[in-house]
Protein backbone atom coordinates (compact mmCIF):
# COMPACT_ATOMS: atom_id res chain seq x y z
CA UNK A 1 0.00 0.00 0.00
CA UNK A 2 1.29 3.51 -1.05
CA UNK A 3 -1.64 5.55 -0.84
CA UNK A 4 -1.74 8.36 1.87
CA UNK A 5 -4.17 7.61 5.27
CA UNK A 6 -7.21 9.22 5.20
CA UNK A 7 -8.53 11.46 7.59
CA UNK A 8 -11.94 13.59 8.20
CA UNK A 9 -11.16 16.60 9.79
CA UNK A 10 -14.02 18.82 11.35
CA UNK A 11 -12.78 20.41 14.26
CA UNK A 12 -14.48 18.03 17.01
CA UNK A 13 -12.89 16.69 19.84
CA UNK A 14 -14.18 12.99 17.74
CA UNK A 15 -12.34 14.02 14.66
CA UNK A 16 -8.92 15.47 16.22
CA UNK A 17 -8.95 12.11 17.91
CA UNK A 18 -8.90 10.60 14.91
CA UNK A 19 -6.32 12.32 13.36
CA UNK A 20 -3.76 11.38 15.71
CA UNK A 21 -4.51 7.70 15.34
CA UNK A 22 -4.19 7.90 11.86
CA UNK A 23 -1.13 10.12 12.25
CA UNK A 24 0.54 7.18 13.86
CA UNK A 25 -0.92 4.61 11.55
CA UNK A 26 0.62 7.38 8.61
CA UNK A 27 4.13 6.94 10.11
CA UNK A 28 4.14 3.15 10.58
CA UNK A 29 3.23 2.57 7.00
CA UNK A 30 5.62 4.82 5.71
CA UNK A 31 3.13 6.69 4.04
CA UNK A 32 1.96 10.75 4.05
CA UNK A 33 -1.12 11.73 6.16
CA UNK A 34 -4.56 13.51 3.99
CA UNK A 35 -5.95 15.73 6.54
CA UNK A 36 -9.78 16.60 4.17
CA UNK A 37 -12.20 18.86 5.40
CA UNK A 38 -16.00 18.37 3.37
CA UNK A 39 -18.49 21.52 2.49
CA UNK A 40 -21.30 20.76 2.04
CA UNK A 41 -23.38 22.67 -0.65
CA UNK A 42 -25.65 25.40 1.13
CA UNK A 43 -29.71 25.28 0.73
CA UNK A 44 -30.32 28.71 1.71
CA UNK A 45 -29.97 31.94 -0.82
CA UNK A 46 -26.81 33.59 -1.10
CA UNK A 47 -26.06 37.26 -1.79
CA UNK A 48 -24.79 37.76 -5.75
CA UNK A 49 -21.08 37.26 -5.82
CA UNK A 50 -20.87 35.29 -2.52
CA UNK A 51 -19.80 31.84 -3.56
CA UNK A 52 -22.30 29.61 -2.33
CA UNK A 53 -19.35 27.24 -0.80
CA UNK A 54 -18.98 29.98 1.81
CA UNK A 55 -21.77 31.82 2.63
CA UNK A 56 -20.23 33.44 5.55
CA UNK A 57 -17.46 34.66 3.56
CA UNK A 58 -14.22 35.17 5.71
CA UNK A 59 -15.67 33.91 8.93
CA UNK A 60 -16.24 29.83 7.22
CA UNK A 61 -12.75 30.34 5.83
CA UNK A 62 -10.94 31.02 8.71
CA UNK A 63 -13.05 28.22 10.80
CA UNK A 64 -11.58 25.97 8.50
CA UNK A 65 -7.95 26.87 8.25
CA UNK A 66 -8.25 26.85 12.06
CA UNK A 67 -9.66 23.42 12.45
CA UNK A 68 -7.25 22.12 9.55
CA UNK A 69 -4.35 24.13 11.67
CA UNK A 70 -4.82 22.44 14.68
CA UNK A 71 -5.40 18.56 13.11
CA UNK A 72 -1.68 19.28 11.63
CA UNK A 73 -0.71 20.32 14.86
CA UNK A 74 -1.69 17.39 16.62
CA UNK A 75 -0.55 15.21 13.38
CA UNK A 76 2.56 16.37 14.10
CA UNK A 77 2.90 15.69 17.69
CA UNK A 78 1.85 12.40 17.54
CA UNK A 79 4.11 11.52 14.49
CA UNK A 80 6.85 14.30 14.01
CA UNK A 81 8.84 14.75 10.59
CA UNK A 82 5.25 12.86 9.22
CA UNK A 83 4.49 14.48 5.66
CA UNK A 84 0.54 15.92 5.51
CA UNK A 85 -1.73 17.40 2.80
CA UNK A 86 -4.50 19.12 3.62
CA UNK A 87 -7.55 19.00 1.30
CA UNK A 88 -11.01 20.85 1.27
CA UNK A 89 -13.50 19.33 -0.81
CA UNK A 90 -17.21 19.88 -1.77
CA UNK A 91 -19.73 17.37 -1.43
CA UNK A 92 -21.71 15.46 1.72
CA UNK A 93 -19.15 14.34 4.02
CA UNK A 94 -19.62 10.63 4.02
CA UNK A 95 -19.55 10.75 0.23
CA UNK A 96 -16.71 12.40 -0.07
CA UNK A 97 -14.51 9.93 2.32
CA UNK A 98 -15.90 7.02 0.14
CA UNK A 99 -14.68 8.63 -2.97
CA UNK A 100 -11.39 9.53 -1.81
CA UNK A 101 -10.62 6.16 0.66
CA UNK A 102 -10.22 4.68 -3.07
CA UNK A 103 -6.40 5.92 -3.44
CA UNK A 104 -5.96 5.84 0.32
CA UNK A 105 -4.29 2.99 2.44
CA UNK A 106 -6.34 3.78 5.21
CA UNK A 107 -9.45 5.66 5.70
CA UNK A 108 -9.46 6.94 9.61
CA UNK A 109 -13.04 8.24 10.95
CA UNK A 110 -14.57 8.92 14.56
CA UNK A 111 -16.62 7.70 16.51
CA UNK A 112 -19.14 10.82 15.48
CA UNK A 113 -20.41 11.20 11.77
CA UNK A 114 -18.53 14.24 10.08
CA UNK A 115 -21.65 15.59 9.59
CA UNK A 116 -25.14 16.06 12.15
CA UNK A 117 -27.28 14.59 9.65
CA UNK A 118 -30.54 13.25 11.00
CA UNK A 119 -30.83 9.47 10.61
CA UNK A 120 -26.64 9.20 11.62
CA UNK A 121 -25.81 6.89 13.67
CA UNK A 122 -22.84 5.47 15.68
CA UNK A 123 -20.59 3.33 13.40
CA UNK A 124 -22.77 3.84 10.57
CA UNK A 125 -19.78 5.72 8.41
CA UNK A 126 -17.22 2.78 9.22
CA UNK A 127 -20.19 0.13 8.21
CA UNK A 128 -20.58 2.73 4.65
CA UNK A 129 -16.93 3.08 4.30
CA UNK A 130 -16.60 -0.75 4.59
CA UNK A 131 -18.73 -1.45 1.80
CA UNK A 132 -18.39 1.14 -0.30
CA UNK A 133 -14.66 2.69 0.07
CA UNK A 134 -11.97 1.04 -1.16
CA UNK A 135 -9.41 0.93 1.27
CA UNK A 136 -9.64 -0.38 5.16
CA UNK A 137 -11.22 1.43 7.69
CA UNK A 138 -10.39 2.55 11.59
CA UNK A 139 -13.05 3.86 13.32
CA UNK A 140 -11.16 5.95 16.53
CA UNK A 141 -14.25 5.03 19.43
CA UNK A 142 -14.11 4.40 22.99
CA UNK A 143 -10.71 4.01 25.67
CA UNK A 144 -8.23 1.63 24.57
CA UNK A 145 -6.19 0.09 27.03
CA UNK A 146 -2.59 1.60 26.49
CA UNK A 147 -1.08 -1.93 27.80
CA UNK A 148 -4.12 -4.19 26.19
CA UNK A 149 -3.43 -6.62 23.58
CA UNK A 150 -4.80 -6.58 19.51
CA UNK A 151 -7.54 -8.74 19.66
CA UNK A 152 -8.26 -10.19 16.27
CA UNK A 153 -11.82 -11.52 15.38
CA UNK A 154 -11.04 -14.74 13.68
CA UNK A 155 -12.14 -15.74 10.48
CA UNK A 156 -11.11 -17.54 7.11
CA UNK A 157 -10.82 -16.62 3.75
CA UNK A 158 -8.51 -13.90 1.60
CA UNK A 159 -10.49 -11.30 4.42
CA UNK A 160 -9.34 -13.47 7.19
CA UNK A 161 -6.13 -13.09 5.85
CA UNK A 162 -5.94 -9.27 5.28
CA UNK A 163 -7.26 -9.12 8.85
CA UNK A 164 -4.72 -11.44 10.65
CA UNK A 165 -1.67 -9.84 8.73
CA UNK A 166 -2.80 -6.32 9.70
CA UNK A 167 -3.09 -7.25 13.32
CA UNK A 168 -0.52 -9.21 13.00
CA UNK A 169 1.42 -5.91 11.88
CA UNK A 170 -0.53 -3.50 14.35
CA UNK A 171 0.52 -6.27 17.54
CA UNK A 172 4.53 -5.55 16.52
CA UNK A 173 4.03 -2.00 15.98
CA UNK A 174 2.56 -1.46 19.60
CA UNK A 175 4.79 -3.97 21.05
CA UNK A 176 1.76 -6.03 22.37
CA UNK A 177 0.11 -9.66 22.33
CA UNK A 178 -2.61 -10.74 19.68
CA UNK A 179 -5.96 -12.30 20.98
CA UNK A 180 -7.63 -14.22 18.65
CA UNK A 181 -11.53 -14.68 19.07
CA UNK A 182 -13.56 -17.10 16.88
CA UNK A 183 -11.97 -19.11 14.14
CA UNK A 184 -13.04 -22.39 15.50
CA UNK A 185 -15.80 -24.68 13.61
CA UNK A 186 -19.04 -24.78 15.96
CA UNK A 187 -19.86 -28.20 14.54
CA UNK A 188 -16.67 -30.19 15.76
CA UNK A 189 -15.72 -27.23 18.53
CA UNK A 190 -11.97 -27.28 16.86
CA UNK A 191 -10.49 -24.25 15.00
CA UNK A 192 -10.82 -23.66 11.31
CA UNK A 193 -8.10 -25.59 9.37
CA UNK A 194 -7.94 -22.81 7.07
CA UNK A 195 -7.44 -19.75 9.48
CA UNK A 196 -5.10 -21.80 11.70
CA UNK A 197 -3.15 -22.60 8.56
CA UNK A 198 -2.77 -18.73 7.88
CA UNK A 199 -2.14 -17.92 11.60
CA UNK A 200 0.59 -20.81 11.69
CA UNK A 201 2.33 -19.32 8.71
CA UNK A 202 2.28 -15.64 10.05
CA UNK A 203 3.26 -16.72 13.70
CA UNK A 204 6.18 -18.23 12.17
CA UNK A 205 7.44 -15.25 10.21
CA UNK A 206 6.83 -12.90 13.66
CA UNK A 207 8.14 -14.99 16.32
CA UNK A 208 8.26 -12.25 18.76
CA UNK A 209 4.34 -12.00 19.12
CA UNK A 210 2.74 -13.99 21.49
CA UNK A 211 -0.58 -15.23 20.21
CA UNK A 212 -3.61 -16.47 22.06
CA UNK A 213 -6.57 -18.42 21.63
CA UNK A 214 -9.42 -18.51 24.05
CA UNK A 215 -12.09 -20.76 23.75
CA UNK A 216 -15.14 -18.34 23.56
CA UNK A 217 -17.87 -18.92 25.28
CA UNK A 218 -21.14 -17.34 26.00
CA UNK A 219 -21.43 -15.74 22.39
CA UNK A 220 -18.79 -14.39 19.92
CA UNK A 221 -20.31 -10.83 20.14
CA UNK A 222 -20.52 -10.77 24.32
CA UNK A 223 -17.06 -11.99 23.82
CA UNK A 224 -15.20 -9.39 21.11
CA UNK A 225 -17.46 -6.70 23.16
CA UNK A 226 -16.02 -8.04 26.08
CA UNK A 227 -12.61 -8.31 25.51
CA UNK A 228 -12.72 -4.47 23.80
CA UNK A 229 -12.73 -3.16 27.37
CA UNK A 230 -9.39 -4.42 28.15
CA UNK A 231 -7.69 -3.74 24.11
CA UNK A 232 -5.74 -1.52 22.41
CA UNK A 233 -7.64 -2.80 19.47
CA UNK A 234 -10.21 -5.24 17.85
CA UNK A 235 -9.35 -5.86 14.07
CA UNK A 236 -12.50 -7.32 11.74
CA UNK A 237 -12.24 -9.10 8.49
CA UNK A 238 -14.20 -9.15 5.40
CA UNK A 239 -14.37 -10.57 1.40
CA UNK A 240 -15.80 -7.87 -0.35
CA UNK A 241 -18.90 -5.38 -0.58
CA UNK A 242 -21.46 -7.86 -1.03
CA UNK A 243 -20.30 -10.15 2.09
CA UNK A 244 -19.55 -7.29 4.02
CA UNK A 245 -23.16 -5.62 3.37
CA UNK A 246 -24.78 -8.59 4.68
CA UNK A 247 -22.65 -9.26 7.38
CA UNK A 248 -22.50 -5.96 8.62
CA UNK A 249 -26.03 -6.49 9.70
CA UNK A 250 -25.10 -9.35 12.04
CA UNK A 251 -25.15 -8.75 15.19
CA UNK A 252 -21.51 -9.92 16.08
CA UNK A 253 -20.57 -6.86 13.29
CA UNK A 254 -22.82 -4.18 15.09
CA UNK A 255 -22.01 -4.93 18.23
CA UNK A 256 -18.40 -4.50 17.46
CA UNK A 257 -18.87 -1.22 15.22
CA UNK A 258 -21.39 0.94 18.08
CA UNK A 259 -20.43 -1.18 21.36
CA UNK A 260 -16.54 -1.61 21.01
CA UNK A 261 -15.00 0.28 24.28
CA UNK A 262 -11.57 0.63 22.21
CA UNK A 263 -10.84 1.36 18.04
CA UNK A 264 -12.16 -1.42 15.61
CA UNK A 265 -10.17 -1.75 12.59
CA UNK A 266 -12.30 -3.57 9.25
CA UNK A 267 -10.01 -4.81 6.82
CA UNK A 268 -11.01 -5.90 3.30
CA UNK A 269 -9.04 -8.64 0.98
CA UNK A 270 -6.15 -6.72 -1.14
CA UNK A 271 -7.01 -8.21 -3.96
CA UNK A 272 -10.61 -6.86 -3.86
CA UNK A 273 -10.17 -3.17 -2.95
CA UNK A 274 -8.79 -2.46 -5.97
Known amino acids: MSGPVLVGVDGSATSMAAVEAAAREADRLGVELQLTHAFEWSATRVP ?3 PPWDPGGSRVHGSVNSALTEAERRARGAAPGLSVTRTVLMGEPMTVLE ?4 RASLTVVGSRPPSRAAGSRRGSLAVRLAAH ?11 PDPAGPVVLVGDHGRGGRAAAEFAFAEASARGTDLVVLNGWDTRTGKPRNGFAATLSTLRRS ?8 PRVRGGIRRAVVEASARAQLVVV ?10 ASRTRISRATLRHADCPVAVIRAEEETR
Do not use: K, Q
Open 133 to 143: GRSPVLMVRGR
Open 206 to 213: NPDIVVRR
Open 237 to 246: GMNGCVGWTA
Open 48 to 50: PGV
Open 99 to 102: TESR
